[in-house]
């Protein structure tokens, strides 16, 4: 069975993302990978992380688009250094859904159907989607929003009724995490620091 693997706010942490993928066995031919938005700002490494992403994609994977994303749409010209990127980033989807999941960057806002949500919400909502349950048959996978700002330990997934964060906080110096949603592990690496050739496996 393909299994299905999720990552979210790379943040520029092209090494981190390839370690934990290699440290995970992934098979672009058998695996579905899910990437989540945000691959650039506040790490070191931003162009490398989108060359990576878009080979992701062009080998399968489905990336979404996130706030950083868009604000590189919206605010770079013709010069800049993400100028040639902006094709590519406008062509990433906002949310993808499948029989399962519902994959979204920052979340969706409620009572409100998926096709009908602002783009604006799903990029960047934290309160309304995060504080309410949500009347959704699918689990919600997303990230922008680090998990120890929810009331976990840092690191951690955040995991409720139908709802996964997997923003671990590699934005902030932190964690990168990949999420094996098939088989309910955590795959996590500090994007600081000397254990980060070192991923660890848990359960969620």
Same mark, same amino acid.
Not at 9 to 38: K, S, V, W
Not at 39 to 49: A, P, Q, R, V
Not at 93 to 104: A, G, Q
């Given at each position: ?64 688009? %996130? ?5 590189? $749409? &919206?605010?770079? =010209?013709?010069? /800049?250094?993400?100028?040639?990127? !902006? +094709? *590519? #980033? ?16 920052? %979340? ?5 159907? $998926? &096709?009908?949500? =602002?783009?604006? /919400?799903?990029?960047?909502?934290? !309160? +309304? *989607? #995060? ?74």
């Amino acid at each position: 069975m393909k299994r299905i693997l999720a990552i979210s706010d790379i943040h520029g942490q092209a090494y981190a993302m390839e370690c934990l993928l290699n440290y995970a066995n992934y098979n672009p031919t058998e695996d579905r990978l899910f990437l989540l938005g945000d691959y650039i700002g506040k790490g070191s490494n931003s162009l490398e992380t989108l060359k990576l992403v878009k080979k992701y994609v062009q080998d399968g994977a489905v990336a979404l688009r %996130g706030n950083h994303e868009q604000r590189v $749409i &919206k605010e770079c =010209k013709k010069g /800049d250094q993400l100028w040639k990127w !902006k +094709p *590519f #980033l406008i062509s990433l989807p906002l949310w993808y859904e499948d029989s399962e999941y519902l994959f979204v960057h920052a %979340g969706i806002r409620p009572g409100i159907p $998926i &096709k009908k949500q =602002k783009p604006i /919400d799903l990029i960047t909502i934290r !309160k +309304p *989607f #995060l504080n309410k349950s949500i009347p959704f048959e699918k689990t919600i996978v997303f990230g922008h929003t680090p998990t120890d700002r929810l009331g976990v330990s840092l690191g951690s997934l955040w995991v409720k009724k139908n709802k996964i964060g997997i923003d671990t906080g590699a934005g902030h110096g932190n964690y990168l995490s990949l999420a094996d949603l098939s088989n309910r592990l955590q795959y996590q690496v500090p994007v600081d620091g000397k254990e980060k050739d070192h991923p660890i496996k848990a359960a969620f």
